[in-house]
């Protein structure tokens, strides 16, 4: 069974400072996202991470790949408010387009 | 863009009704995808298609069925509504191997 664990589940961070959330998955996969939620809002498709040391990056937001670790992390540089979102991570099932999901990091960028 | 339309942001339904939740996308994807988002558990997949009437369970389907008749329209059918079924419903549709895009979400109250 393909479990993903996310952490920290919420994050509050003072703007202009660095920090990392992580997404640890339990079996092997070909493809993992990161996702951006604004409140009520949908999730929007921020990286898709393909092979091992893939690092994707905008903006202030930098994605990398392990998958020896099956382990990906999410950067932020120098946060800014506009970054505040619930950012979740979600691995594919096997060799399906089935996603799983973590549970969410909820960031909130304060001045 | 691609474009996930639910038919309803809100809706309150009795214990015991019979309740459909609508969702058309406009970009001619194969796969379409319902799940629920609760806090603190994330998004967990109820039912997933890849074809017209063609669906697999995910990993809550209990309570749940589903239709897809047409490529563009995938319905979520709560057969017998109960309480513990309040939650925020997302849609979500890709072709395959792509990044899934996602509707604006039903908030579904059971009373």
């Known amino acids: 069974e393909l479990k993903v664990e996310q952490n920290p589940l919420f994050l509050s961070m003072q703007e202009g400072k660095n920090y990392t959330i992580y997404c640890n998955y339990s079996t092997t996969s070909d493809r993992l996202y990161w996702y951006r939620q604004d409140p009520g809002k949908s999730l929007e498709s921020l990286f898709v991470l393909l092979s091992n040391g893939a690092v994707k990056q905008e903006g202030r937001l930098m994605a990398s790949l392990d998958t020896k670790a099956r382990l990906s992390t999410l950067h932020i540089t120098a946060a800014v408010h506009d970054l505040s979102a619930t950012y979740f991570c979600a691995v594919v099932f096997k060799m399906t387009d089935k996603l799983i999901f973590g549970t969410g990091t909820r960031l909130q960028v304060f001045p | 863009d691609v474009k996930v339309t639910q038919s309803s942001r809100y809706l309150v339904k009795r214990t015991g009704e019979k309740v459909f939740l609508e969702c058309v996308q406009d970009?001619?994807?194969?796969?379409m995808f319902w799940y629920r988002q609760d806090p603190g558990l994330g998004l967990r997949l109820i039912y997933f298609?890849?074809?017209?009437?063609?669906?697999e369970k995910g990993d809550i389907p209990e309570g749940y069925s589903v239709s897809r008749e047409k490529k563009e329209r995938f319905s979520l059918i709560l057969e017998s509504a109960s309480t513990n079924q309040t939650s925020m419903y997302l849609c979500?549709?890709?072709?395959?191997?792509?990044?899934?895009?996602f509707g604006d979400g039903t908030r579904l109250s059971i009373l």
């Open positions: 979500a549709s890709s072709s395959p191997r792509q990044p899934q895009h």
């Open positions: 970009m001619d994807h194969e796969n």
């Open positions: 298609s890849y074809d017209v009437k063609m669906k």
